[in-house]
């Protein structure tokens, strides 16, 4: 198995760090290391069925329909008012980047990342709406969403400014006439920054990781760490002081707060964790908040409920032990060059979770690839906004698992390359520079294994 692969290799390859430490001259890791130039290419999105999407194995039979409920939940349509050309909920609006949870978690499989046809493309005008395409939403590129680094005043904004309104859609409600968001000045400005979905396949074993268990491993191989310009850092909840780890800077506690947050932010209904509306024109506001909530007469759970069991009754992606034309022999030496560059020390291949009162999530090995910390990624990555703990140039690093069939890379989904995506983690001030610099001095034989193992994840 893919961890027992790692526990032969690691040991071996942290007394080498050092080496590789020096060569690539630590001292100066603030300073990018000169790009790569070889013939090793990303093999591209590994073809053949989804290997993510299901339930997590062992699951009681309570839990599974609480599973398959949650995946109808997520995977329903929302229109403004009643049900509308075969969608199935009401509440969407009035302002908002999506109409199903699902539009935006769709690749390989329900639960994933962004898809190949972009769906907001469609979204900006159906059933009439009167939206205009921004410029940086495109049929082939990935879902986003537009955050403003600054308010007018030049004080810090950061918040979502979603891309589309109501207005115009025949279940609008009559006199709604919300104008949509104005991006052009702002992006000549330089003042918008882009997220792209993060997938949640696994998110409940990630959610069972103790923050003892992620502490522990910060300090691991510190050494190693030390010599490599690595250090990283938990973001923590202001109320009880435990570690936040959803989000593309850790921002979110829970599932149940990533999905209200989702709901409100993305979709634009209220509910009972985020009950208050947004700044909105009030004839086009007329259902009242929360809008989703407890069904306090049949006991129906809320929908943000239904969506956070979904997530957490998520099976992880599955790794490929050979695909297409790349074999086991090329992903083991990949595996091994992963580490040996010191790629390991920040995606840690496994941890361990908890106990939990769902057997099939308490203490599990979990292949996840990431330590879930926060590090300074450098200018060239930074976007400017804080969340919690995270400052501007900070973010979490992205679990790698399901690498194999996600179509775009890095928070704003600038590249569908790996070799961009990888080169893209050095610049001024970046933690990964001295890695990146051990990357690019690996023989193209040695890159090619690795984006193969990577892609085989």
Not at 122 to 134: C, D, I, K, R, S
Not at 146 to 156: H, L, M, S, V
Not at 226 to 245: C, P
Not at 370 to 397: C, K, P, V
């Amino acid at each position: 198995m893919r961890n027992s692969r790692f526990k032969k290799t690691a040991g071996a390859a942290i007394l080498t760090l050092s080496l590789l430490a020096a060569k690539a001259n630590p001292q100066n890791n603030q300073q990018p290391p000169p790009k790569a130039t070889a013939s090793a290419k990303d093999p591209g999105v590994r073809n053949g069925p989804a290997a993510a999407g299901g339930a997590a194995t062992s699951l009681t039979g309570s839990e599974s329909i609480l599973f398959n409920v949650g995946k109808q939940t997520f995977s329903e349509v929302d229109s403004v008012f009643g049900t509308l050309n075969g969608e199935t909920d009401s509440g969407l609006g009035p302002s908002f980047n999506m109409n199903s949870c699902a539009g935006c978690h769709a690749f390989p499989a329900v639960g994933g990342s962004s898809p190949q046809v972009n769906p907001q493309v469609a979204v900006a005008t159906l059933h009439g709406a009167h939206n205009t395409v921004p410029p940086f939403i495109t049929i082939d590129g990935p879902v986003r969403e537009a955050r403003f680094k600054t308010n007018p005043d030049g004080t810090a904004d950061g918040g979502v400014h979603d891309l589309f309104v109501i207005t115009g859609r025949s279940d609008a409600p009559p006199g709604c006439n919300l104008a949509q968001t104005n991006f052009a000045p702002q992006l000549s400005g330089g003042n918008v920054i882009f997220r792209i979905p993060t997938p949640v396949f696994g998110a409940g074993l990630i959610e069972a990781i103790d923050d003892a268990t992620i502490l522990a491993n910060q300090s691991a191989n510190s050494a190693a760490k030390m010599q490599l310009g690595i250090s990283g850092r938990g973001n923590y909840s202001g109320n009880d002081g435990t570690m936040t780890r959803f989000g593309w800077k850790a921002q979110n506690k829970s599932l149940l707060i990533f999905a209200g947050e989702a709901y409100n932010v993305e979709q634009g209904v209220t509910n009972e964790v985020f009950p208050n509306a947004r700044a909105t024109t009030p004839s086009c506001d007329t259902l009242g908040h929360p809008e989703d909530i407890t069904n306090l007469v049949t006991g129906a759970a809320s929908d943000i409920v239904n969506f956070s069991m979904f997530m957490r009754l998520l099976a992880p992606p599955q790794a490929a032990l050979s695909y297409g034309n790349v074999g086991a022999d090329s992903i083991e030496r990949g595996n091994g060059a992963f580490v040996q560059t010191g790629c390991a020390l920040c995606h840690t291949p496994t941890l361990t979770s908890g106990n939990s009162p769902i057997a099939a999530l308490s203490n599990k090995n979990v292949q996840l690839f990431s330590d879930l910390l926060l590090h300074n990624m450098g200018s060239g990555l930074a976007d400017g906004i804080s969340q919690g703990d995270a400052t501007g140039n900070e973010f979490r690093t992205a679990p790698l698992w399901g690498l194999g069939q996600r179509l775009f890379f890095l928070h704003d989904g600038r590249t569908a390359d790996l070799m961009q995506a990888i080169q893209a983690h050095s610049s001024q001030g970046s933690e990964a520079n001295s890695v990146v610099a051990a990357f690019n001095a690996l023989n193209d034989s040695a890159k090619q294994d690795l984006l193969n193992f990577l892609r085989s994840l």
